[in-house]
């Protein structure tokens, strides 16, 4: 029967093709892989959440022994100390910094919440002990009790679209209010009878980092899908240089003695080009489409030189895959098999869970930050989400500019290796 020489022939057709046949039931695995770490253990696994305090409490002097304590301090280290119940996982790793630190490492998702306790924190409380130890021993009413309107506030903050933070405040408040009302019960205990007035010390307030109020999942979305529009430049390269050496005009080049640095850094110009285009076509869909952009023109002027470095880094990543395709449609099939799995890597989607390595220069390394794309992201939603200046991007452009020097020498060397020789 003809159907089955036909059979035969396409799986033997197939086989052949090791690379297609390894997309066909590898790649699936992948985002099985990916969407199994972030999701498949969630709401089951007990995570600790970074949390940054900044601790302005100036301490007081207890009434009676005149001893000096900084509640504010005993707060942190509950906060430190606290675990899930059944288990010594920690609620929280602590990060003891300052306002604007706090801010910065909640805009670099280093952070899932940040919570401001008050310089007079600790007095508040020992005033209220003083009137209870006067309301004690006179039996008179103390005048200074804070009222609902006046009581004293712990700022917890973060971004509203972030689901560590979403979970990080509810904690926090349960912390605090039990804090509270150990404070209030061993105040009261002071005052003789139980007819003593409710005392409301401090409370926790929790909002969003300032500027990031009315800031929607999309907005953090779209910096990543400008990323994933500059990624998909490599598989466009790939193809257009395996192509142009499958019709010979690579090797008419090489007959004028034109050296392979002169060739393939002459593709930069345009491509790049495409990707700063790419960039400013991304956010005006997304303006349309509600994205809160924040700076003005000299935003967009750094989101296109931020996009014209990540596209030169995505046409070396071409050069690499073009080295080892045989054709233009593997080399696109090879590309879409790298390009889709480095979005994912880089949080051009979603954010992995952490992966510290180590410290730079004040800031934690993580495995991903080896890809220069990861830089390229961070930079566009600096720029793009929070408003910030060139000053602010300045160590992820440095990054992303060394990563993509690399890359791109090892894509020429490979490319003019594998497909510029002249045995090829």
């Known amino acids: 029967m003809k159907f089955i020489s036909v059979a035969i022939k396409d799986f033997k057709e197939l086989i052949r093709d090791r690379r297609g046949l390894f997309m066909i039931l590898l790649f699936p695995m992948f985002f099985m892989i990916i969407f199994g770490i972030v999701y ?11 949390l940054a305090v900044v601790n302005l409490d100036e301490g007081a002097k207890m009434p009676l022994t005149n001893e000096e304590v900084n509640f504010g301090d005993n707060l942190t280290e509950i906060f430190s100390d606290s675990e899930y119940e059944d288990s010594d996982v920690k609620l929280f790793n602590v990060i003891n910094t300052s306002e ?20 007079n924190f600790s007095q508040t409380i020992v005033d209220e002990m003083e009137d209870s130890i006067a309301a004690q021993t006179t039996g008179t009413t103390s005048s200074n009790n804070n009222s ?8 917890i903050s973060g971004d509203s679209s972030s689901m560590g933070f979403g979970v990080s405040q509810v904690v ?5 209010g039990e804090y509270h009302d150990n404070l209030v019960a061993n105040i009261q205990s002071q005052t003789s009878g139980s007819s003593a007035e409710p005392l409301k010390l401090f409370e926790g307030d929790v909002g969003s ?12 979305l779209a910096p990543g899908m400008m990323l994933f529009a500059i990624l998909l430049l490599a598989t466009t390269v790939a193809a257009s240089l395996t192509r142009e050496v499958e019709k010979g005009t690579l090797a008419r080049l090489r007959i004028s003695k034109m050296r392979s640095f002169d060739m393939l850094f002459g593709a930069l110009i345009p491509w790049s080009i495409v990707a700063a285009i790419q960039v400013l076509i991304l956010l005006t869909v997304a303006l349309i489409m509600g994205f809160n952009w ?9 989101a296109m030189f931020i996009g014209v470095i990540g596209g030169i880094g995505s046409i070396a990543l071409g050069m690499i895959i073009a080295s ?3 054709n233009d449609t593997q080399a696109f099939n090879l590309g879409i098999m790298v390009v889709v799995p480095t979005s994912f890597v880089v949080g051009a989607f979603f954010q992995l869970p952490q992966v510290v390595i180590g410290e730079i220069m004040g800031r934690s390394f993580q495995i991903y930050d080896i890809l220069p794309w990861t830089h390229i992201l ?13 000053s602010a991007i300045t160590y992820d452009l440095a990054w992303s500019a060394v990563l993509t020097a690399i890359i791109f020498i090892i894509g020429m060397g490979l490319f003019s290796r594998f497909r510029l020789s002249v045995e090829n």
Request: glycine share 8%; no cysteine.
């Open 40 to 50: 498949g253990n969630m709401g089951q696994t007990n995570e600790t959440y970074n």
């Open 100 to 119: 604007s630190s706090a801010n910065k490492l909640i805009q670099l998702k280093e952070a899932d919440a940040m919570i401001i306790i008050p310089k």
């Open 148 to 155: 609902n309107n006046d009581t004293l506030k712990l700022i």
């Open 172 to 176: 926090l408040i349960k912390i605090i």
């Open 209 to 220: 980092v300032s500027g990031t109020e009315s800031f929607s999942q999309f907005d953090f």
């Open 294 to 302: 924040q700076g003005g023109l000299n935003s967009i002027v750094l």
């Open 324 to 326: 080892f395709a045989k």
């Open 378 to 390: 961070n930079a566009l939603k600096s720029v793009l989400i929070y408003g910030n200046g060139l």
